[in-house]
């Protein structure tokens, strides 16, 4: 016979597993916007497509609505869809039936299904889809929107940011919420340099490469490089120093991609010393270049 303490962690346990099944299956869950491509076909060449993805935790099933708009038109199709969602980032989708539309002379909106996966790395989710009907075939690319399908002859979004997402696409770029992520986590750290020398460590090479990829992916941001010195010298040619330690790494940005326009730089001496002056290995902490977005 099990005691009251035994069965009392069987069902915690028992509790936990379903708790954290319940929060798999409802991984993907909500609405997603992007690109739907015929096989072969360059996104720039697609239309948009939405999802909303409502999940039953317990059994995986799937069911919602989705609309394909072609872009900078009023022509559109919102249907309602069912699926099973396989795995936490994994769903299975089916066009149920066409519940509103308007399309242009015979056009006709095909009934789609597929699969789609959520990648992590890209914040994106992507898969195939085919068309008995149409006899079609294709690929989706969406990522997590913070709207609203809409359900009526009205776009869901004005679609400036179809055109943004083919850009993204083009230059390799993850979805933003993995790009903002990226930049929020990023560690800045002092670039050093050897005393009275502006010469660039190779050593450094990966971090400001990481630092570029970050500043290219975000068309808003920009990066302040501050050079400093240690007090070695007098005022006016440690300034000259730390200008020079500054445009180094400016130097080294550009080749790696960043856009004059989107670095600034600031040189300070001797005046912001990062540690004291009066050791060895303070006067090394301050032969630097710190950064800053802006």
Partial sequence: MFDSAYMRLILIFFLITTIQLHA???????????????????????????????????????????????PFTEYFAYK?????????REVEFKDVFIGLDKNAGRDVW?????????????????????????????DLILYRSKYEISKTDSSTLY???????????????????????????????????????????AKFNDYLEQMAKIVNSHSDLRIKIIGHTDSNGPDSYNVGL????????????????????????????EKDPASSNSTSSGKQLNRRVDFEFI
């Fill in 242 to 269: 730390s200008e020079r330690r500054a445009e180094r790494v400016k130097k080294f940005l550009i080749n790696a991609g960043v856009p004059l326009d989107k670095v600034v730089i600031e040189y300070r001496g």
């Fill in 110 to 138: 095909c009934m789609l299904n597929g699969v789609l996966t959520y990648n992590d790395s890209t914040g994106y989710l992507s898969g195939e889809w085919r068309s008995t009907d149409c006899r079609q075939a294709g």
């Fill in 24 to 70: 798999q299956l409802n991984y993907l869950e909500g609405t997603w916007q992007g690109i739907i491509t015929q096989r072969g076909q360059a996104p720039k060449d697609g239309k948009t497509i939405w999802f909303d993805f409502e999940v039953d935790a317990t059994s995986g099933d799937m069911k919602g609505e989705s609309r394909i708009e072609t």
């Fill in 80 to 88: 309602i869809i069912k699926g099973t969602v396989k795995s936490k």
């Fill in 159 to 201: 679609h400036s940011w179809f055109n943004n997402m083919v850009n993204d696409l083009s230059r390799g770029w993850n979805a933003y919420y993995v790009r903002d992520a990226e930049m929020r986590n990023f560690q800045f750290v002092p670039v050093y340099f050897d005393h009275d020398k502006d010469l660039l460590k």
